[in-house]
Each structure stands twice: as structure tokens, then as C-alpha cells.
């Protein structure tokens, strides 16, 4: 039984500057199952989006290039789609929810012309009033209070966390395959995050979507993947479901981020503990491990090659020499 729908295999990403290309995403592979929620991890700047923006082909151009990998869309190759194929692609088979869903909203139109739009996508081929219904049904599912007179509010007069569910609801609309989730609740405070996370673990459950579901914060990680993959300055340190991740983080930045999440335990006052130092600049990436810098555990030769990624439990994959 093969149940992988999208398959990233070894995609590397670079940026044209003045005077080089800068290599943002570097051998990166992972595979998304049908139904599950995968987690994309790790600080600001390690290349999330842009492994989301490869995947939809919307790489700012002309100075992002793929420039190496395949993805894999079942048997289609994303990276080698045609110009022409692309709209069929974006948001019928692959959906994506941004931070801000402000920039993705279209100010100017009532929210319920926006849903419409998305399921016409999808379904051509129904009638005003039925798309109408659907439009206030697809409302409903995202928890959106007497949607029946919400849909004739524009962007700018429903809240933030209202607006993010507005976005939920138009991804699912075309009932895509694939829902790609950038950091859609960093923008909102913490109880509105809750809820809208809460939303996405059920309507997951429900339409069996599968989501590549991006964060910095790996408390909300917990809170709603099946598995997570780890990023840091371009490539991916660890792999796991996110139960192993958590009983027993194998990477040293893994343990680091998870040292930094604030727990319940420790006193509000006390500073959160942090990895000392920065992510290595694009231009200046160190030959060996882009950790082995910050690493309290790195070795000589940890500063000479990276590591590769291997497994060390079933489903469980570490790139770091302290496991080989
Ligand atoms: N349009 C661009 N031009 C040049 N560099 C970029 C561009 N977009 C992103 N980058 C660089 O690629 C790296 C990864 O960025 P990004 O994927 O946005 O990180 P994040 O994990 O925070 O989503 C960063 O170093 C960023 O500066
Ligand atoms: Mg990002």
C-alpha cells in the first residue's frame, strides 16, 4: 500500500543576489501520507517557505530557482509542471494559508464572494444558489458565527482570527489533496491560536486532507501533527512522529528548541532557555554540520562534512554524528 501523496525528494533551492546564487534549501526530502498532518519546524530564516513555495511553484522570480530535487505530486513532477498546468495545481490540488490572510484576502470583495470563487473552482458546474449554500455551509464548518450574514462583511471588518478562518474555509473549498499551513497562527494572540488550531485538528479529521502544517513554535506542533520534520539553516536535522520526537529528541538543535518552549512548570519570570548564537548567514554556511557552530556537543569532524540523515529508530531519522 503506498498512501504518500506528496513526496519531496533531495529539492534544493537557491537565490540569485548581485553577484551569486545563495543556496536557501539544501537537500531536502520528506514525504506527506494521506490524513496526516506533517510539521514543519525550526527558527525564522531555515527555509520553511520556501520548501512551501517550491512546492506550489511560487518562488519569487526571476531570482528563485529550483536547482535541484523533484516533487512529486503522486506521479506528477511539480518542479518539472508546465507553466500552462499550474493554475490546475494551486488551490484545486495543493491549497496554502499564509500568516497573514489579509495579503491573501482581496479587500475590495465581500468574504462571500471570495468562498464562492473557491468553490467554483472546484465545481463549475453548480448553479448561483446552490454555490450560495455551499458558501454558508463551508462557513458553518470553520466556525464562523451567523455565516449567513457574515458573507456579506469584507476582510477589514471581521477580526483576525475571523479572517484566518474565511481563508480555511476557500482551501477547503476545492477540496485540494494537500493543505499547506504557513505560520497561520503566529499573527494571532494565544487563545484565538488555540482556536483555530482546535479547527484544523478536527476539519483534518473530518476531510482527511492531508497538511504540511509550518511553525517556529513546536508547542503547537504537538498540539496537531502526526509527524514533524526538523529544519535548521536549510536542511533537515530530524525526522519522527511527534511523540518519538518529543520522548527523545536526538539532535542537539532539537533538544535546544524544545529546551526554549515555555512549560507550564517553570516560573513566568525565569528567561527561557535559548541556543547561544545565530543561524549561519546564507553566503557563509560552514562546510561540515550548519550546527556544529552553536552545538554544545560538536566534534572535530562535525566542522568537516555534513551528516547524513539516517534512521535510528524505525521512522525516526537524525542527520548528526553523534548516532553513527
Ligand atoms: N526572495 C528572496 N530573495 C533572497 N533570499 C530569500 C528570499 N526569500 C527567502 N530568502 C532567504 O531564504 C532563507 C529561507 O527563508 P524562509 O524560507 O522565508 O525562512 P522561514 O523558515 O522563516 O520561512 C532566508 O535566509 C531568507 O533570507
Ligand atoms: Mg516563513
Known sequence: MNDTILRVEQL????????????????????????ETLGLVGESGCGKSVTALSIMRLLPQPAGRIEAGRILLQETDIVRLPAADLPGLRGRRIAMIFQEPMTALNPVHRIGRQVAEAVHLHRPELDERTVAREVVTMLEKVRIPEPAARVKAYPHQISGGMRQRVMIAMAL????????????????????????????????????????????DLGVIAELCHRVAVMYAGRIVESAAVEALFRSPRHPYTRGLMAAVPRLDRT?????????????????????????????????????????????????????????
Open 268 to 324: 513566568p519570570k525565569s528567561p527561557l532557555a535559548t541556543i547561544e548564537g545565530t543561524v549561519p548567514a546564507l553566503g557563509t554556511m560552514p562546510p561540515g554540520c550548519r550546527f556544529a557552530n552553536r552545538c554544545p556537543q560538536a566534534m572535530e569532524r562535525c566542522h568537516r562534512a555534513p551528516p547524513p540523515l539516517t534512521e535510528v529508530a524505525d521512522g525516526h531519522a537524525v542527520a548528526c554524528y553523534l548516532y553513527s
Open 173 to 216: 473549498a476545492a477540496r485540494p489533496d494537500i493543505l499547506i499551513a504557513d505560520e497561520p497562527t503566529t499573527a494571532l494572540d494565544v487563545t484565538i491560536q488555540a482556536q483555530i488550531l482546535s479547527l484544523m485538528r478536527d476539519l483534518q479529521a473530518e476531510t482527511g486532507t492531508a497538511i504540511l502544517f509550518i511553525t517556529h
Open 12 to 35: 534544493s533551492v537557491s537565490f540569485a543576489t548581485e553577484t551569486d546564487r545563495l543556496t536557501a534549501v539544501e537537500d531536502v526530502s520528506f514525504r506527506l501520507h494521506r490524513g
